[in-house]
Nanobody, 124 residues
Framework: QVRLVESGGGLVQAGASLRLSCAASGRTFSNSAVGWFRQAPGKEREFVAAISWSGGETYYTNSVKGRFSVSRNNAKNTVYLQMNSLKPEDTAVYYC?????????????????WGQGTQVTVSS
């Protein structure tokens, strides 16, 4: 089982940027699609972005398109979520999740391995 650990969250003002990292340990996850999700207080968890195992395919929810970018460095066993032009409505706990051997488009994978989350708070 791959252990996922998110980092990089924090408190920023609207318009600022943050880069979240999802580091895997235990074994390589270069064969895994990785998704980013978020959950705001009182709301259901929602999909944010995903990247295929090769990094060749990415997908974003409409509300973050053009502002967020997902990438991966398989040599470092790490996936990143670059978040620019942050808005107060981006405030949430952000989770990364992995699914090994998923060859579907990454937004369609059934993610079964989750990190503990990192808090992102954007003030207005």
């Amino acid at each position: 089982q791959v252990r996922l650990v998110e980092s990089g969250g924090g408190l920023v003002q609207a318009g600022a940027s943050l880069r979240l990292s999802c580091a895997a340990s235990g074994r390589t996850f270069s064969n895994s699609a990785v998704g980013w999700f978020r959950q705001a207080p009182g709301k259901e968890r929602e999909f944010v972005a995903a990247i295929s195992w090769s990094g060749g395919e990415t997908y974003y929810t409409n509300s973050v398109k053009g502002r967020f970018s997902v990438s991966r460095n398989n040599a470092k066993n790490t996936v990143y979520l670059q978040m620019n032009s942050l808005k107060p409505e981006d405030t949430a706990v952000y989770y990364c999740a992995a699914r090994a051997y998923c060859r579907s488009s990454p937004q369609l994978c059934e993610y079964d391995n989750w990190g503990q989350g990192t808090q992102v708070t954007v003030s207005s």
